[in-house]
């Protein structure tokens, strides 16, 4: 693992800012240039469900809907259609038109968080220094398997970025040199595990993964003081 010093100086935090703000930028030119996609059939349920929240208070799918799906990224619809349907910008934007954009927003903004536990990751490498893991990061965070999901009404859009900062704090939970630094992030790492499985339910995969994994860590190496 690097022994790398934390980022100090004013010429590390400011390529960090910068590299950041070109995340950003990126993300939204590619918003900009294709526009919202919805062509997942699965866009139509979390939509139902997400309705159902406003109207019913509840996350029931229609009676003649057969399929199930985690409740979170529905909760997430609603959210933003509730901004957008109360909104300012309701009065000169169609509020539907105006719920999505604010969703692929939010969605944007969660992508582009994954720029920070990604170059964290990185630098725990060795081999990769901080410029390296600067740009890295960013082309990480805009990559084809995860870029594409922010325009798109998909739960993927939300796993993606959730699995990323899970990532990073079980890595600093198994890496932990104090007991009550290791019980920060073991805490946080169960919070976002719990939220993956009410994303997707592929995520309980991960659960039985870094289950058996943590078992065995506790079985072989030497706890934390």
């Not at 725990?124 to 798109?152: F, H, Q, R, W």
């Amino acid at each position: 693992m690097s022994n790398l010093s934390p980022d100090s100086t004013f010429i590390d935090k400011t390529s960090i800012v910068v590299a950041f703000l070109i995340t950003v930028g990126l993300a939204v030119l590619y918003f900009v240039c294709t526009g919202i996609v919805a062509n997942w059939p699965d866009s139509l349920f979390y939509a139902d469900r997400a309705r159902q929240l406003l109207e019913d208070g509840r996350l029931a799918l229609n009676a003649e809907t057969t399929l199930s799906y985690p409740p979170l990224y529905s909760m997430l619809m609603a959210l933003s259609f509730y901004i957008g349907s109360f909104s300012v910008g309701a009065f000169f934007v169609p509020s539907f038109l105006l719920s999505h954009q604010i969703l692929v927003c939010l969605q944007i903004a969660l992508l582009c968080s994954t720029f920070f536990p990604i170059r964290r990751l990185l630098l725990g490498c060795d081999g990769i220094g901080k410029n390296e893991a600067t740009v890295l990061s960013v082309i990480i965070a805009l990559s084809p398997t995860a870029l594409p999901y922010a325009n798109m009404l998909s739960a993927e859009a939300l796993f993606i970025p959730l699995f990323v900062w899970f990532t990073y704090f079980y890595d600093k939970f198994l890496n932990a040199n104090k007991a009550s630094e290791a019980t920060r992030y073991a805490m946080g790492a169960g919070a976002l595990l719990g939220l993956l499985l009410i994303t997707k339910d592929i995520a309980w995969a991960a659960y039985v993964a870094v289950l058996l994994n943590t078992l065995w860590v506790i079985l072989k190496k030497q706890p934390v003081k």
